[in-house]
């Protein structure tokens, strides 16, 4: 009940934790709905791996989008793709920064930040 609560709260749903003795690896969506449950909401889907070693890298954060910049653009190609589908996926090319679509590392005590920066682009409104 916790997780539902937070997940409506956040848009973050961790859908899987695997833990071994090196590190935990968190498969995270990050609902990305611009304001309200619509046909425009979407999922940003991506992993997040903390490390357990006692090593300096072990403060560091890796951050693993499930989709890339290529396979984003590739959607657009897809003949049979579905109005709202194609308007979503330009969303996502409009108001996600490139970063995001690339593994990149941070420090652990920056993760609200970057959770924070992520919601924002991903809820960002649409200008009309």
Sequence with gaps: VIFDMLEVITGLRIHNLDEDEEEITFDCSQIA??????????????????????????????????????????????????????????????SLPSYFLDTLTFPYDTLPQFYQNLSKALNKKEKE
Excluded: C, H, M
């Design 33 to 94: 709905n611009d304001g309200a449950a619509s046909p425009e909401s979407f999922n940003w889907d991506y992993k997040l791996i903390v490390s357990k070693l006692g090593t300096s890298a072990a403060n560091d954060i890796l951050y693993i989008p499930d989709t890339n910049k290529e396979q984003l653009a590739n959607l657009l190609r897809v003949k049979g793709l579905g109005e709202g589908d194609r308007r979503r996926v330009e969303r996502l090319q409009a």
